[in-house]
């Protein structure tokens, strides 16, 4: 008996996300500024920033006041693309009918819900066809080299999607699947049952944020590899489809969409990477086989 006792004690305690204290936003006692807001907002001005650094080197493919347009145009794409993208990508549920669209309160004409950013649901997948959007209008006004202002842009996303997970994280939302024994830092979240689970949205902040930040950074500004257009945003899509192709395997399916794993085998967000996969792929090949711009090139006026 003694033994037995001595055994359960030594079994660590899971963690639990309410212990630790984490607020969702700042109470500001007339409105409470949420930190996924607040993420937003840090990782588009930080990638601001950082474009008006990189547009100083030579041989940049857009000048201040394109980044300026970019500025806007790419924020816009990312509210209304992330939204849109959720909306059509993970609302579905067994239906295969997008809910967002199609739930109308009495009276409504309109479906009210997808305004509702408050309440949470957006999808990177979608934010990204709304910045190449965004990019491609950018693009065309000024007569740029989309390709090449992807490479630029694409460097800079990173920073968003680091905040952003760090929101999801301070949320207790989009948590992982249940943890086997041997992991010690699983946690159980709220609404989440009793079980611990992996906290995949630190996963997602490391990987697709951190670390593939650091690999752009480092291509940028300790190679020539802005000299070969597309082989930085490749490379970008290449690290993210493939880390949240790993991560989705720790990630919890969206409760609408667990049905749709099942069947399919894969999550819709694996299955949202393997286009972005293909391209990246496609992006660096091109990029490698073609000869590389001279140092020499002019920046735009």
Same mark, same amino acid.
């Given at each position: 008996m003694l033994s037995l006792l001595a055994a359960a004690s030594a079994v660590p305690q899971p963690l639990h996300w309410a212990d630790l204290g984490l607020k969702r936003g700042l109470d500001l006692g007339f409105f409470t500024l949420r930190y996924y807001s607040l993420a937003y907002l840090a990782g588009i001005l930080l990638a601001y920033w950082h474009t008006l650094k990189m547009i100083r080197q030579p041989g940049a493919p857009m000048a201040q006041r394109h980044a300026d347009d970019l500025f806007f145009w790419c924020t816009m794409g990312v509210i209304l693309g992330g939204r849109l993208g959720y909306a059509a990508f993970y609302t579905g549920g067994a239906s295969g009918v997008p809910s967002l669209f199609t739930h109308f309160t009495p009276g409504e004409r309109v479906s009210w819900d997808l305004l509702r950013l408050w309440d949470g649901?957006?999808? !990177?997948?979608? *934010?990204?066809?709304?910045?190449? %959007? &965004?990019?491609?209008? /950018?693009? #065309?006004?000024?007569?740029?080299?989309?390709?090449?202002?992807?490479?630029?842009?694409?460097?800079?996303?990173?920073?968003?999607?680091?905040?952003?997970?760090?929101?999801? !994280?301070?949320? *207790?939302?989009?948590?992982?699947? %249940? &943890?086997?024994?041997? /992991?010690? #830092?699983?946690?159980?979240?709220?609404?989440?049952?009793?079980?611990?689970?992996?906290?995949?949205?630190?996963?997602?902040?490391?990987?697709?944020?951190?670390?593939?930040?650091?690999?752009?950074?480092?291509?940028?500004?300790?190679?020539?590899?802005r000299w070969r257009p597309g082989l930085l945003a490749g490379s970008g899509l290449m690290w993210y489809g493939c880390s949240r192709f790993f991560i989705e395997y720790f990630r919890e399916p969206d409760a609408q969409l667990q049905d749709f794993a099942a069947r399919t085998g894969l999550s819709m967000g694996q299955w949202l990477t393997v286009p972005m996969i293909l391209i990246g792929l496609a992006l660096v090949l091109r990029a490698l086989a073609r000869p590389e711009l001279g140092k020499a090139a002019p920046a735009a006026a």
């Open positions: 649901g957006m999808s !990177f997948h979608g *934010g990204l066809i709304g910045v190449l %959007v &965004a990019i491609a209008w /950018v693009s #065309w006004r000024g007569g740029l080299s989309f390709v090449r202002v992807c490479d630029y842009i694409g460097v800079c996303t990173p920073f968003g999607l680091f905040f952003g997970r760090l929101a999801n !994280f301070i949320n *207790g939302e989009l948590w992982g699947r %249940v &943890a086997g024994s041997g /992991v010690r #830092w699983a946690m159980v979240f709220p609404g989440a049952g009793d079980l611990p689970r992996h906290p995949s949205q630190l996963y997602e902040a490391g990987l697709e944020g951190l670390a593939m930040g650091v690999l752009l950074l480092v291509l940028f500004w300790k190679t020539r590899a």
